[in-house]
């Protein structure tokens, strides 16, 4: 039972331009979202979050924009640089404040092209 | 400042032998989580401890345990290995066990054959 969905295992853009991950997910409990971005070996780096009580997070190139309605999320990368290539993770949690298990997604590799 | 540091970074190991991996949290953070990614899926959730104590466990079978020092540094141990256990096991460390502050090591990349 996979909860968290990004159901675009790849996706390719110009450099400059915008890049736009998704995520799906089915458990209205969730209260908090991740995103995390992985190169090859490294481990996962923090991107941004998003609580459920919002809509959109902003921080410098990257907005994470959540639609509880629908529930899904997605990660605009604004200008896409070549730097950003790598494979992108959705997260998600039952309890932000206590506990640190995250729910990731399959992930999805972007790959931006100069 | 160090990030969390896992060891080893790969092992290969045989069916049915067992393993310890080790991590070391970032300094001051208390609570430590451990999850496995296979090739082509994202990491899954095997256990968190917090202040020492179990506080989550995964889907996972009996095989897997782990346990976290008076240091907060914790192992990994699985036993009985078997070829589905091949995967990168990841580390994380947060001050509070919130995961907004969840931080993650490189990783131990784990073959069994």
């Known amino acids: 039972d996979q909860q968290v969905k990004q159901n675009s295992p790849s996706l390719s853009v110009q450099e400059g331009r915008i890049s736009i991950l998704n995520c799906d997910y089915t458990?209205?409990?969730?209260?908090?979202f991740l995103w995390y971005k992985k190169y090859p070996a490294e481990g996962p780096t923090f991107l941004i979050s998003i609580s459920s009580i919002k809509d959109k997070n902003e921080d410098g190139r990257f907005t994470v924009f959540l639609n509880k309605s629908a529930k899904h999320l997605s990660l605009h990368i604004v200008p896409s640089q070549p730097g950003d290539s790598a494979v992108y993770f959705c997260?998600?949690?039952?309890?932000?404040?206590?506990?640190?298990?995250?729910?990731f997604g399959q992930g999805t590799t972007l790959q931006v092209k100069p | 400042d160090a990030g969390v540091t896992q060891s080893p970074t790969h092992l290969i190991k045989t069916r049915g032998q067992q393993v310890t991996l080790r991590c070391s949290p970032i300094s001051g953070h208390k609570s430590v989580s451990w999850y496995q990614q296979v090739l082509g899926q994202g990491p899954q959730f095997i256990f968190q401890y917090y202040e020492k104590e179990e506080r989550g466990r995964g889907n996972f079978p009996d095989r897997f345990s782990a346990r976290q020092f008076p240091n907060y540094s914790s192992e990994l141990n699985v036993n009985a290995l078997l070829l589905g256990d091949s995967a990168l096991y990841l580390c994380?460390?947060?001050?509070?066990?919130?995961?907004?502050?969840?931080?993650f090591g490189q990783g131990t990349r784990l073959t069994v054959v």
């Open positions: 458990n209205s409990m969730f209260d908090y």
């Open positions: 994380a460390s947060s001050i509070s066990g919130g995961v907004t502050e969840a931080f």
């Open positions: 997260a998600a949690s039952l309890d932000s404040s206590n506990t640190g298990k995250l729910i």
